[in-house]
């Protein structure tokens, strides 16, 4: 079957730390990878998105930055966090339109 | 604009009454989906549509693809329904998914 796995669940970080968020996914082959950010009160923010490895398209220009070293691993990573990275950061997968998954989330604070 | 426009934003119901949340959009789509997120925050996928009705328990999901809408429809409503329900659409010129900002609703006994 297919599962999604995101980490940790939830941080705290001081503004200026590095950040490292971590989505593997198994089952599939070559799947769409997405990180998403929904901030509070908001909708979800496609960040990130990627069709294969190597191959990030980002969406929204900020301090965060995202890559893709394996099929079915996709990082979000940022050298110096900002107050406003502060939300939910959520990874997700798709084959296309189909098998449309979402990880458990990271609620990120910055302190 | 967004690009997927959902309604209402705030939905209180007494326990057992009938719900609906409407979802309109403005792209061009090969499928759309209803997610619901509970307050942890965790996200499971309700039905995933292209055309027509599904059902699933006491829920039912439509798409009308020429008037670009789709609605959820909760029968029976219970209180553990409460949480946020969200609509997203996947465009069909690119590998995307558009979100409606969500429907919170609460269901009191």
């Known amino acids: 079957s297919q599962t999604i796995h995101q980490w940790p669940a939830t941080l705290v970080q001081p503004v200026g730390s590095p950040l490292s968020l971590e989505c593997t996914v198994e089952?599939?082959?070559?799947?769409?990878l997405y990180w998403y950010r929904q901030a509070a009160g908001r909708g979800l923010q496609l960040l990130f998105y990627s069709v294969g490895i190597g191959q990030i398209s980002s969406e929204v220009p900020q301090n965060l930055s995202a890559s893709r070293p394996q099929d079915r691993q996709f990082i979000l990573s940022s050298k110096k966090l900002l107050l406003s990275d502060s939300g939910f950061y959520l990874c997700?997968?798709?084959?296309?339109?189909?098998?449309?998954?979402f990880g458990s989330g990271t609620r990120l604070t910055v302190v | 604009k967004n690009e997927v426009e959902q309604s209402p934003q705030n939905l209180t119901a007494q326990e057992g009454e009938f719900i609906t949340i409407n979802c309109s959009y403005s792209?061009?789509?090969?499928?759309l989906h209803w997610l619901q997120q509970h307050p942890g925050g965790g996200i499971v996928s309700l039905f995933m549509l292209s055309s027509g009705k599904k059902k699933h328990g006491r829920l039912i999901a439509t798409i009308n693809i020429q008037e670009k809408h789709s609605s959820l429809h909760i029968t029976a409503s219970h209180p553990r329904d409460s949480a946020v329900y969200i609509c997203?659409?996947?465009?069909?010129?690119?590998?995307?998914?558009?979100f409606g900002t969500g429907t919170s609703l609460t269901v009191i006994p």
């Open positions: 997700a997968w798709t084959l296309r339109s189909y098998g449309y998954t």
């Open positions: 792209v061009g789509i090969s499928a």
């Open positions: 997203a659409v996947y465009g069909n010129t690119g590998n995307q998914f558009y």
């Open positions: 089952g599939t082959s070559n799947p769409n």
